[in-house]
């Protein structure tokens, strides 16, 4: 599962008239040999994956590459809303070898990448500033390390502490047309900046009837558990967000989407909270596209194709549940009773909804229409998540094609307790139990 | 006040033929008081400063701990007139906080615990400014106060029990990141990480206080951290403060750094203190590094808080000597070199030493310092010890105190019911089994639910 294939190379290469791949084109379903081999060792030991282990992530050049939806900027310069040039998607010569002109990939974790996207906005767009508390020396999570040595500290700068005052600082910068990248430092402490996102940035344009817009701003936020964050450095603030529009809400999965994703929120003319799991800064590595990229927003992504049922997720449960499916198919020898063989083979379509708000109903519906059971699973509390707006439209929009009602697996609707973390999160095992329920409803 | 220094600075600035006139423009008290125009002048008159120079910081101790030869005779009794035992006690406080910190900052090194932030460098603000208030006296902090709650006496288990979120953390339940502690008995409100917050909550604790039968003779403690007077609740809970009144201190524990930002990147103008008279609230800057000027001068100001029914703002001038937290490395931002020298030149803990070595009957020696620190040290890796040998709380815990009352409301006591149903069906596996058997009464407490 979630392998990449060199089918739809062969493919490629049979289409020499068309120039342009089209990323989805290449199924997920078949393997590459370096993934045969992988899973020839798996059948034998199979350890359940892990971030580090994870084939979510893109280990090769050629699998980065074919990251689908993947869109070239190689424009010299790039301004916030400009319109990207003819035929930009992958071509046939992005594939050779990097000195016979492809395209290079470097290995990354996802805090080098997101650094990248920075480094290559602050390059190709004179009038972008990056800021914020820490922002200087490198930050905390080390997301803009070097930036300011680079760029100077009139465009990469501290700001004092005050979550309020950087978000509303960035509306003067974005309303008088700089392109502001603003770090709030931890998605937990994002609450005073709350009025000025959701009352100031979300509604600049629709207020002054279009004649004003902070679309040239972003707010980037670490955000999500880490195993001892406690109340304060462990929340999924998004679904508070949800019902600000104007505000679009992005949380990437892997170095390569958040590359991708942050340039394309920050050159997206509408304010964007990107927020960045903190505990994949690290763990996440992945070969990440060297050149400045952009993935869709408003673009969900299904990573693993299927028929029996949709799992819909974004962030980190993403490798929870890549490995609760695996202890599904291959469970250990104390859960082995509770797992029914016939639903050891069970064909999952695994989505990663990545933009929270606008999301891509329609890649979910399609899915769900297909399985007709949908399970959604996020870390975020249940009453009023993420997952209680997506089980609202499946049901309105896939009521006949249900067999199953659609199942929330979230943390609890309770603050997060550090010692709990364990048992707040939806961990395998609880994934694993609400495949097996909804299959069993 | 403000009328004086305009004309001082109009004096300054203004070298105008005119003789400067003020005319009352509204005759009224309450006007005058709700409007700034109390006085006028004829011609634009731009202020940076309502004090002449920078805003001295009190300091009665050199950095060898000798009474400085300035200070003026009634202060210099006020210093002599401390009790020995206050003396004693605050040193041996201070000197606690170092021991701790650095077995609690380096058992997070192991693994041990999951976090950790010192006092280091800043313990002759804490506890000089602890010792100054009453026992009952109602305490907001930021989280670096810990050595408040040791000058109350706060039981070092309760501390090492919310340090491990064992069972017997009573701060917490273990739901908090280590040193977020609190105690209703020590009236010490319980830590939260975001910052600034307490600081309109101690205006309204204070307020409360005015109506609180026999809590007359109380006041409310706000600390808090330079980087934390940016947030907007520094402006809200001050003007909160002067306007509505009651019996409140807001103590700035200047230390230089809000993580790697430096003062210089946090603020310009004359530090925190200048800004209390913005508010016409009587402010005293403090050598934050001299705690015998700290103590005297936080009891200057509470006393003037409590009969004033008022706030008054402290500005305690130190330097973090250690990093920000366990999850910080200040290497990456600040010279070693620079720390070292801090930590050489001006430790409060030394000055406090050897005052009370200089004292005529000298109140410390080596004796007395070496079996210190042998008996806190002992005393500390005791209740370590046992702390990290106790389990969490019941895992019941989770859901409890989300809201008040005997029952839990609908969504949570449906969410624990299916936590009990999932422990019963898959709690025997290995993916939970160790992890349910940390908590207070395994699982066998939760087939109890």
Known sequence: ?441 | MLPRTLARSLKREQPCATPLRFATAFSTSSIARLSPLTSVSHSPVFIDKVHEGTIPAFRVLDGEGKLLPDVPAEWREKVQAIPDEVLVKMYRTQAFLPLMDTILSSSQRQGRISFYMTSYGEEGAVVGSAAAWEPNDEVFAQYREVGVLLWRDYPLSSLMAQVFSSVNDEATKGRQMPIHYGSSKHHFHTISSPLGTQIPQGAGAAYALKSTPGRENNCVVVYMGEGATSEGDFHAGLNMASVLGGPSIFFVRNNGFAISTPAAQQYHGDGIAARGPGYGIETVRVDGNDPIAVYLACVEARKRAVEGQKPILIEAMSYRVGHHSTSDDSNAYRSAAAVDSIKKLDSPIFRLRRYLESLPTPLWSTELEESTKAEQRKAIMVEFSKAEKTKKPALAEMFGDVYGGKELERPLKEQKKELKRLIEKWGHSELWKKDLEKFDGGKEAVSRW
């Open chain 1, 1 to 441: 599962m979630f392998r990449s294939t060199s089918k739809a190379l062969l493919k490629l290469a049979s289409r020499p008239s068309t120039r342009t791949v089209s990323s989805s084109s290449r199924s997920l379903s078949s393997p590459t040999p370096a993934n045969l081999a992988a899973n020839a060792k798996a059948a034998v030991v199979s350890p359940t994956p892990t971030v580090a282990t994870s084939s979510l992530l893109k280990n090769t050049r050629e699998d980065a590459l074919w990251t689908p939806g993947l869109l070239w900027r190689d424009e010299e310069a790039v301004q916030v809303g400009a319109p990207p040039p003819d035929a930009p998607h992958l071509v046939e010569a992005d594939l050779q070898p990097v000195e016979a002109g492809g395209r290079e990939t470097t290995k990354m974790n996802m805090y080098s990448a997101i650094r990248d996207a920075m480094s290559i906005t602050l390059r190709k767009d004179t009038q972008s500033m990056v800021f914020g508390e820490d922002v200087f020396f490198g930050g905390v999570f080390r997301c803009t390390m070097g930036l300011a040595d680079e760029f100077g500290q009139e465009r990469v700068f501290n700001t004092p502490l005050t979550e309020q005052g950087i978000a509303g600082f960035g509306i003067g910068l974005a309303a008088m047309g700089k392109t502001a990248v603003a770090e709030l430092q931890f998605a937990d402490y994002i609450f005073p900046a709350f009025d000025q996102i959701v009352n100031e940035a979300a509604k600049y344009r629709y207020r002054s009837g279009g004649m004003f817009n902070v679309g040239s701003l972003t707010f980037r936020s670490p955000c999500s558990a880490v195993g001892h964050g406690g109340l304060y450095h462990s929340q999924s603030p998004e679904a508070f967000f949800l019902q600000a529009s104007g505000l679009k809400v992005v949380v990437p999965r892997s170095p390569i989407q958040a590359k991708g994703l942050l340039l394309a929120a920050i050159r997206d003319p509408n304010p964007v909270l990107f927020l960045e799991p903190k505990i994949l800064y690290r763990s996440a590595v992945e070969q990440v596209p060297t050149g400045d990229y952009q993935l869709p927003l408003s673009s969900a992504e299904v990573l693993q194709e299927g028929t029996d049922l949709t799992i819909v997720s974004y962030g980190p449960p993403l490798y929870t549940i890549e490995g609760a499916l695996h202890l599904l198919k291959n469970p250990t020898e104390d859960i082995q009773s509770l797992i029914p063989e016939d639903l050891r083979h069970l064909s999952v379509e695994l989505i990663d909804l990545r933009t929270i708000a606008p999301y891509d109903i329609e890649t979910v519906v399609k899915s769900v229409n297909k399985t007709g059971r949908c399970v959604v699973v996020h870390e975020a509390s249940k009453t009023g998540g993420v997952g209680s707006e997506l089980a609202a439209e499946v049901q309105e929009r896939c009521f006949l094609r249900l067999e199953a009602p659609v199942g929330r697996i979230t943390g609890w609707d309770t603050p997060f307790g550090l010692a709990y973390e364990k048992f707040y999160l939806p961990d395998q095992l609880r994934i694993l139990d609400s495949i097996i329920e909804t299959m069993r409803y």
